[in-house]
């Protein structure tokens, strides 16, 4: 950024391209970055819905009774999905701090073997960070045989500390069918566990 | 590498060789100038197919797909192909001649980037032909609309952003090595007139965003054919990021597109009121300014997907805080003009006009950026109005004005004023006719990317299509007005402005193929 020296301004132009190229390269890896960042982020603030993987509960605690939180359960099906999917109940009134199991149906209605994934997400987004999961049919893929019908246990405690104003959580399910995923994902998959997703 | 070149030929090539292997920054400039205004016009004659379907409700000269190709196409070809390249090519004629350089850093590399922008336009636009279209996703090509439900032709699409976006970097990095190399001894970076300084920082920005975009097709591409899930909740991915590495990249771009045409204001407005420009190092900072204050507000495009309050506050505010150096050159430009001697010849016309007509874009820009009452706007014609009224009167204005201004220089005649200020004012009539209304149609609640439209928006639209029909067709006029003055007219002496300053001006009018191969000598 000195004044032009009388260098060789070939050397001089070399650097300049080859600060610039470096920070070409650096700005197109950031962008990538951004994928994990972003993960990283939202598992952190809970924002955009992104319920976390699964709670390990390290000390019980009591149900706060002075309390009741209504939970409203969402199930809906991704792009093409023949299935039927929905919850067993539509609300539950919750203690906070009381484990609460419910179970959603699902029904392969097709005459094919098929593999399911449900993703969730939670509303209000700010609620995420106090609804934990100990156990859920989202943290596994779903095969069903033709025909075939399941339920499956979502185990949840909504925190003690879910802010007050915070009376209604709506925890929503969406079933992806996975076979329309390409098949390098779901193979990745299976060995992932899919963790990000729980 | 210049003065190497200049030892053994003298004058350009002969024949079409001159022009696919020249490293002349004049032919280059002209080459880039000419492929612009040829984009323009191609994405005008889509803007003017969208006000003919919208000219009256209802569904009359386009099917609903076909419409959504054409606001995509013309959105893309306008930021891409015709303000991109129309300042690459302002940059290439004139950063050499004011800092008293000989030619670019790398001019090998600059026919290279030129030339890749053919290819890249060509490719996009011969989507328009293939089986399911062109791309009918808008020019943001928001996931998943683009990967899961996009046309096949979006892979030529996304190839296309590739090599523009590879192009803009070597156009960068040249420029960047043209200011920090070759300028002449005695020009220190104070001493850099503003289009300089301009494109300067202008340059920094694109070598930080272009690789984002460049990333965020990449994805899209990955999404597409190789099984990722980057933007497919299905897979784990969230479509949400996708606007969020888009914006990343597309805010500090409206700045790409509007702070040369702030440099080209600011050597126009102080030749035309025969005084310095006032507060040059204020300038100077409010460009930087601006730049660094463009990565940080890209989330206010995107406060209906559901950020939290204090994202929502944080962008606001963040937003809000770009209007204050904004403010600063405004009030400059103004202090530039208050109590000079001002005369109106087309360049001024069209400077004096950009500050009015931008300030007003820059003020819809403040309403929108209030997080709550963007809920109201987004989406809206309110948004077309707003970038409409920076990026005509803004980018598109500060391009005539250059060209203009520059245009006795590069050609070595006066172009016709009488025709130039018709241009002018058709142009100022036709847009302001064209876009104003569409604030009030945004207002009370357009949509915006619909090819059809409930009745009480009938009027306003008849306008606006009635404004932008004169508009278009008025650049047909411009079209005219520059082949008149290359092929003739009076001629231009080396400085035909009389409050002009700078290095540009010390040499002939029209400038000879090889300028400065002497460094001048700086007062």
Request: proline share 7%.
């Amino acid at each position: 950024m000195t004044q032009p020296t009388s260098n060789d301004p070939r050397q001089s132009n070399l650097r300049v391209v080859g600060w610039c190229l470096a920070g070409v390269v650096g700005m197109f890896a950031f962008g990538f970055a951004m994928v994990p960042l972003y993960e990283k982020f939202c598992e952190i603030t809970g924002i955009n819905g992104k319920t976390s993987g699964r709670y390990e509960m390290t000390q019980a605690k009591e149900a706060d009774v002075s309390r009741l939180v209504e939970v409203q359960f969402v199930a809906s099906n991704g792009a093409d999905m023949p299935w039927q999917f929905r919850p067993e109940v539509e609300t539950l009134k919750v203690h906070p701090g009381q484990p609460v199991t419910i179970r959603y149906i699902a029904h392969n209605v097709t005459s094919r073997d098929m593999v399911g994934h449900a993703i969730p997400s939670l509303q209000p987004s700010r609620g995420t960070r106090f609804f934990h999961k100990t156990e859920c049919f989202c943290f596994q893929q779903q095969p069903l045989q033709a025909g075939e019908r399941v339920e499956m246990p979502v185990v949840f405690i909504v925190d003690r500390d879910l802010p007050a104003d915070i009376h209604k959580l709506t925890l929503s399910y969406t079933m992806y069918d996975q076979e329309r995923m390409p098949a390098v994902s779901s193979v990745e998959k299976k060995t992932t566990k899919t963790k990000d997703n729980g | 590498m210049g003065s190497h070149a200049q030892d053994h030929h003298h004058g350009p090539a002969k024949g079409i060789s001159r022009w696919l292997f020249t490293t002349n920054h004049k032919d280059i400039g002209s080459m880039y100038l000419i492929f612009s205004f040829a984009m323009f016009l191609i994405g005008g004659a889509m803007a003017m197919v969208i006000r003919a379907e919208l000219f009256q409700p209802g569904l009359q000269i386009v099917e609903p797909n076909f419409f959504n190709q054409m606001t995509t196409m013309h959105g893309l070809i306008m930021v891409f192909g015709a303000v991109m390249p129309a300042f690459v090519g302002l940059a290439n004629w004139m950063l050499p001649l004011m800092v008293g350089a000989p030619d670019m850093a790398l001019p090998r590399m600059n026919n290279w980037s030129f030339w890749l922008l053919p290819a890249a336009f060509l490719m996009l636009l011969s989507t328009l032909f293939m089986p399911g279209g062109a791309p009918n996703f808008g020019w943001t090509f928001y996931a998943p609309l683009s990967t899961t439900y996009g046309p096949p032709s979006t892979t030529f699409f996304i190839f296309a952003v590739h090599i523009m976006g590879v192009s803009s970097i070597m156009g960068a990095i040249n420029v960047i090595a043209t200011i920090l190399n070759m300028r002449a001894p005695g020009m220190t970076l104070m001493k850099m007139p503003l289009f300089v300084w301009t494109w300067l920082i202008t340059a920094f920005l694109l070598i930080a965003v272009m690789p984002v975009l460049a990333g965020v097709v990449t994805m899209m591409l990955m999404d597409i054919h190789f099984g990722t899930s980057f933007f497919d909740a299905a897979g784990g991915g969230d479509p949400v990021l996708f606007q969020h590495i888009f914006w990343f990249f597309g805010h500090p771009e409206v700045y790409i597109m509007i702070l040369p045409a702030f440099g080209v204001v600011s050597q126009i407005i102080p030749a035309f009121a025969r005084k310095p420009l006032f507060g040059y190092a204020s300038m100077v900072y409010a460009v930087g300014a601006i730049a660094i204050l463009s990565f940080l507000v890209w989330a206010h495009h995107m406060f209906t997907v559901g950020i939290p309050l204090f994202g929502q506050l944080f962008f606001m505010y963040a937003t809000m805080l770009i209007a204050v150096p904004t403010g600063v050159k405004v009030f400059n430009w103004v202090a530039t003009m208050f109590r000079g001697s001002m005369t109106f010849e087309a360049p001024m016309l069209f400077s004096v006009a950009f500050v009015i007509l931008f300030t007003i874009g820059g003020f819809s820009g403040l309403m929108l950026a209030i997080a709550p009452a963007d809920f109201q706007y987004h989406d809206t014609y309110f948004v077309v109005a707003h970038f409409h009224y920076v990026l005509v009167p803004g980018a598109i204005f500060g391009i005539y004005a250059a060209v203009y201004y520059w245009l006795p220089k590069w050609t070595g005649h006066m172009y016709d004023e009488v025709l130039a200020k018709t241009h002018f004012w058709m142009s100022f009539v036709g847009m302001n006719l064209a876009f104003f209304p569409m604030h009030f149609l945004g207002l009370a609640g357009m949509p915006r990317r619909i090819p059809d439209y409930a009745l009480q928006f009938s009027n306003f639209n008849m306008i606006s299509s009635i404004g932008a029909f004169m508009f278009g067709l008025t650049q047909l006029l411009f079209l005219f007005i520059v082949v008149k003055c290359a092929l003739g007219g009076p001629k231009a002496p080396a400085k035909p402005w009389e409050g002009a300053e700078g290095l540009e001006w010390e040499v002939d009018s029209p400038a000879p193929y090889h300028t400065f191969s002497t460094p001048p000598e700086i007062k």
